[in-house]
């Protein structure tokens, strides 16, 4: 049963899906309407550390937080997603207590005090479609549609996390779930 398109659900890459910038991803769609569509790839970590980003901010010196490649647009961009109890200002609801946005100080509060389960992902760049065209992607096999959770995207590890959305989608799908990831994404 395909999830219907809209914000807080993850767009998986179809198997056949050959663009490098979305080969075997996993997007997290956090905006959807008549203007477009915009999400942020919960799959790609990179190599740089939060602190490398924002060497302004004293608490991130000591902090290990890879930044998430987001996507194709603005990649000199950071954007944040937190995983908060309550909804902190200056950001959009993407997904029940998953919220897109935020600012240095709800950063701090996570990083020196979180509550529960709180945490986030930073993310360089983004990804975007016009109006009409994540529809089209879509009708030609591009992506699969399926709910977001935010276990899948705050604690399960990025590098399996295709191939093990995969595996549910589609029992036929399980021949592309084992094989290796494309080792030039790396």
Not at 24 to 44: D, F, K, M, S, Y
Not at 118 to 143: D, H, K, T, V
Not at 149 to 161: G, H, N, Q, S
Not at 170 to 177: G, K, M, V, W
Request: with cysteine; hydrophobic share 40%; aromatic share 8%.
């Amino acid at each position: 049963m395909k999830t219907p398109l809209g914000k807080g659900i993850f767009l998986v890459a179809t198997p056949g899906l050959r663009d490098p910038n979305f080969r075997q991803t996993v997007v997290l769609l956090c905006e959807h309407g008549e203007q477009g569509a915009l999400g942020v790839i919960v799959n790609r970590p990179t190599e740089i550390h939060i602190s490398e980003v924002l060497p302004q901010v004293p608490i991130l010196e000591s902090e290990c937080h890879r930044v998430f490649a987001g996507g194709p647009v603005q990649r000199n961009n950071l954007l944040i997603l937190f995983r908060l109890n309550d909804k902190p200002p200056d950001t959009h609801p993407v997904i029940d207590g998953v919220y897109l946005g935020g600012d240095v100080e709800t950063l701090n509060r996570v990083l020196k005090a979180p509550s529960g389960e709180e945490s986030f992902r930073a993310f360089m760049g983004y990804s975007g479609w016009a109006p009409g065209q994540l529809e089209n992607e879509i009708e030609m096999g591009s992506w699969f549609t399926v709910p977001a959770d935010p276990v899948l995207i705050f604690e399960k590890d990025p590098a399996r996390l295709w191939v093990d959305i995969l595996k549910t989608i589609d029992e036929n799908l399980t021949i592309y779930a084992d094989m290796p990831l494309d080792p030039s994404l790396n």
